[in-house]
């Protein structure tokens, strides 16, 4: 029987600004409770979701 550890299974979003996915680490939560992440590599953070608040109705934008 093999096991595996299923946190590894999950698929991390690559950086936006360079383009790398080894060094994205998660980096806390938005106040709308969206996993925040952060490049070691270009040292900027970005969410893999956003969330837009436009008067009474919530715009989900996946990027």
Do not use: L, W
Request: aromatic share 10%.
């Amino acid at each position: 029987m093999i096991m595996t550890n299923r946190s590894h299974d999950k698929r991390k979003p690559g950086c936006p600004f360079c383009a790398e996915k080894a060094r994205v680490r998660k980096h806390g939560f938005a106040r709308s409770n969206i996993q925040r992440y952060r490049c070691t590599g270009c040292e900027k953070t970005f969410q893999a979701k956003y969330i837009y608040q436009t008067g009474t109705d919530r715009t989900i934008a996946t990027c």
